[in-house]
C-alpha cells in the first residue's frame, strides 16, 4: 500500500474517532440535560424515590455532571436533601449468609456534592451535607470554605482513604495522656454514628443479629473497628483511669457496637462500670450491649430494674424492655409482662414489649390495641 493510501486511511480513522467521541459527548450532554429536567420538576411524591435511586445509582460521572450543573435548577429543597442522603448512605443493604451485607461505593466526586449542599440556600440541606461532610473528616464542618481548608490539607484521595486516615488519627487521640485530650477525643466520637441500628432476622429457623451499618456509616464503622477503637476504649475502662474517662469509654464501646467476641473479652470490666450508669440519662445503648453479652448477671440487673424497685427513668424504661427481648432468656418474660401491665399499646413502649415477648416466646408479634392491663 502506498504512503498515499497509509494516510488516506489514518485520516479517514481520525475523523471516525473524532466523530464517534462527539456522539458519546452529545449522548452524555442528553443524558445529563435530561436528568436536569427530571429532577428540576420533582416534587418527591412516592414513586420519585425510584427515579431517584436509578439515577444515583447510574453512571458516578453522569450523578456528579448533573448536579455540578444542575444543583440550581432542582426547585425542591426536599429533593436536594434526599439526593445527598442517597450518595451519602447508598441503597439498602441486602441479605446473604444469613448477614446483611452492603456493596456501597461513594461516588468519586462526593464531596465535590456535600459542597454544592454546604452552599445550598435551604438549612435543611446544608444540614445534611454538614453531617456527611463531618463524618468523614471527623471534625466539625459547617460550610464550603472549612471543607474545602481540610481537603487542601489532606489532599485528592478517594474518600475510603480519607476516611480512614481521618479515623485513625481521631481514634490515636484515645491514646493521650493529657486528659482533656482524651476527653475531647471520646466525645468527638460519640458524635459520630457507626451504624443505624440493630437488626434481629429469622434464617432457617434460627435468629441472626447484627448491626445495620450501609453506606458512609458503614465504611466508618469499619474504619474505627480496624484503628482499634474497642481495645482502646477498653483499656481506659481500668479502675486506675478518672470516673468521667472509664463512662465515656463505656458509652463508646456501646456506641460503635463491638462483635460479639470482642464484648465477651470486656464483660468483668462492664459488669463493673455498667450498673452505676443505668439510671444517668441517654444510656439506651448501654442497655443494648448489655443484652448483647447475654450473661446471667445482665438478666438479674434487667428484672431487677422492673419487678424488685430498680430506679429506672420512665423515658428509659423502654430500653429496658428492648433489653430484655433481646436477652433471649425466658427469665424475663413475667419482668416484660409486668411493664406491658403498666404501658399503653398505642405508645412505642407497648409495642416495644409486644416485640420482645416474641422473640422470647415464639408467638408472633401483633400489635395489640386492645390491651387493658389483665
Not at 440493630?198 to 429457623?205: A, E, F, I, P, Q
Request: glycine share 6%; proline share 5%; net charge negative.
Amino acid at each position: 500500500m502506498s504512503c498515499s493510501a497509509w494516510s488516506q486511511r489514518i485520516a479517514f480513522l481520525a475523523i471516525a474517532l473524532a466523530m464517534h467521541s462527539t456522539c458519546v459527548a452529545d449522548s452524555k450532554s442528553a443524558g445529563r440535560d435530561a436528568w436536569i429536567a427530571t429532577l428540576g420538576r420533582m416534587t418527591l411524591q412516592p414513586n420519585d424515590y425510584q427515579t431517584l435511586n436509578s439515577f444515583i445509582q447510574s453512571d458516578p460521572e453522569l450523578v456528579f455532571t448533573t448536579l455540578r450543573d444542575g444543583w440550581k435548577q432542582i426547585d425542591s429543597a426536599n429533593v436536594r436533601q434526599v439526593l445527598i442522603q442517597l450518595l451519602v448512605n447508598g441503597t439498602r443493604g441486602r441479605l446473604a449468609n444469613g448477614r446483611l451485607e452492603d456493596n456501597y461505593t461513594p461516588n468519586p466526586h462526593l464531596l465535590d456534592i456535600l459542597a454544592l449542599g454546604l452552599n445550598d440556600p435551604s438549612s435543611q440541606v446544608n444540614t445534611v451535607a454538614a453531617q456527611a461532610a463531618a463524618g468523614v473528616s471527623f471534625r466539625d464542618i459547617r460550610s464550603a470554605s472549612q471543607l474545602d481548608e481540610w481537603r487542601r490539607t489532606t489532599g485528592e484521595r478517594p474518600i475510603r482513604e480519607l476516611l480512614v486516615s481521618a479515623c485513625l488519627s481521631a481514634v490515636r487521640d484515645l491514646s493521650s495522656m493529657r486528659l482533656d485530650e482524651k476527653l475531647s477525643a471520646f466525645r468527638a466520637l460519640l458524635s459520630f454514628p457507626f451504624h443505624s441500628g440493630r437488626y434481629m432476622l429469622s434464617v432457617n429457623r434460627s435468629t441472626v443479629s447484627g448491626y445495620n451499618a450501609t453506606g458512609l456509616i458503614g465504611l466508618r464503622r469499619q474504619a474505627a473497628i480496624d484503628a482499634g477503637v474497642i481495645g482502646l476504649a477498653g483499656r481506659c475502662l481500668n479502675p486506675d483511669n478518672p470516673q468521667t474517662v472509664r463512662e465515656l469509654a463505656l458509652r463508646l464501646i456501646a456506641h460503635i457496637g463491638p462483635d460479639d467476641e470482642s464484648l465477651a473479652k470486656l464483660e468483668p470490666d462492664i459488669r463493673r462500670e455498667a450498673p452505676p450508669l443505668l439510671e444517668r440519662p441517654n444510656v439506651n445503648e448501654i442497655y443494648d450491649m448489655l443484652a448483647q453479652l447475654k450473661a446471667r448477671w445482665v438478666i438479674d440487673s434487667l428484672v431487677q430494674c422492673v419487678s424488685q424497685g430498680g430506679a429506672v427513668p420512665a423515658n428509659l424504661s423502654w430500653a429496658v424492655a428492648n433489653a430484655l427481648g433481646n436477652t433471649g432468656d425466658a427469665r424475663a418474660i413475667p419482668s416484660l409482662i409486668a411493664l406491658y401491665d403498666t404501658a399503653n399499646p398505642n405508645d412505642f413502649q407497648g409495642q416495644i414489649i409486644e416485640r420482645g415477648l416474641t422473640q422470647l416466646t415464639g408467638v408472633p408479634y401483633e400489635f395489640n390495641s386492645n390491651h387493658d392491663g389483665d
